[in-house]
């Protein structure tokens, strides 16, 4: 399973835009990168998904070069409300296979 | 339905008590999980089920844990003699077993606490 790094914890404040930068080496040719948000007390919840070059919807974009050993996570003009864990997963969905979730990155937005 | 569903939200429970936790996954998913999270940690896998087997069950954390899916449905995750450190949000989650989806949907989960 390819293992995933990425920053503990960011900072950001209110209305700007946030990138949060998974390293994934070892990625295989099948898998896909997912990216999830989770709030207290809450089940993780998806976010975006992607395999290559950029990936777009209303919440969040996703930029994987070329090599696909890193993903970005980009969140515009972040809110309060975005405050959150935020985890990156590399897997094939295919195979059911059990994706392991990191620490994730402790997104705390300030006012 | 059209989320994931536990029940209950909420369990409190006696030590060396069993407790039987519910997952109800998505209609049509074929893949369910189990995850446990203790308070302010990352998630912790526990068991996958395709169909109603189980190809993996290296996250069990002991033979008191036993997870079953009937049907392709609706899995029970059960805890004999709960002990103290068996107290976690158990979190369950399905998916489609194809490219491209959408991931894992979770559910709320079952927050046990043992007294």
């Known amino acids: 399973l390819a293992k995933t790094t990425q920053p503990i914890s960011m900072d950001s404040y209110e209305g700007q835009e946030v990138n949060i930068t998974c390293s994934h080496n070892n990625i295989a040719t099948n898998d896909y990168i997912t990216w999830y948000q989770q709030f207290p007390s809450q089940g993780p919840r998806f976010i975006i998904q992607?395999?290559?070059t950029k990936v777009t919807n209303e919440v969040a974009s996703l930029f994987i070069p070329a090599d696909r050993k890193s993903s970005t996570l980009s969140l515009p003009r972040v809110s309060l409300s975005d405050t959150a864990v935020y985890y990156c997963l590399v897997g094939d969905y295919n195979y059911g296979q059990n994706f392991v979730f990191g620490p994730g990155t402790r997104l705390s937005v300030l006012p | 339905g059209a989320g994931v569903s536990q029940s209950p939200s909420n369990k409190v429970t006696e030590k060396g008590k069993d407790v039987e936790l519910r997952c109800d996954p998505i209609s049509g998913h074929t893949a369910l999980y189990w995850y446990r999270q203790s308070l302010g940690q990352g998630l912790e896998f526990l068991i996958y089920f395709q169909g109603n087997s189980a190809p993996d069950k290296s996250g069990l954390p002991s033979d008191r844990f036993s997870a079953e899916r009937t049907g392709g449905s609706v899995s029970t995750l059960t805890i004999q003699r709960t002990q103290q450190e068996d107290s976690a949000v158990y979190l369950c989650a399905s998916s489609r077993l194809d490219q491209g989806g959408d991931g894992y949907t979770f559910g709320s989960g079952t927050r046990l606490t043992v007294v």
């Open positions: 992607g395999y290559k």
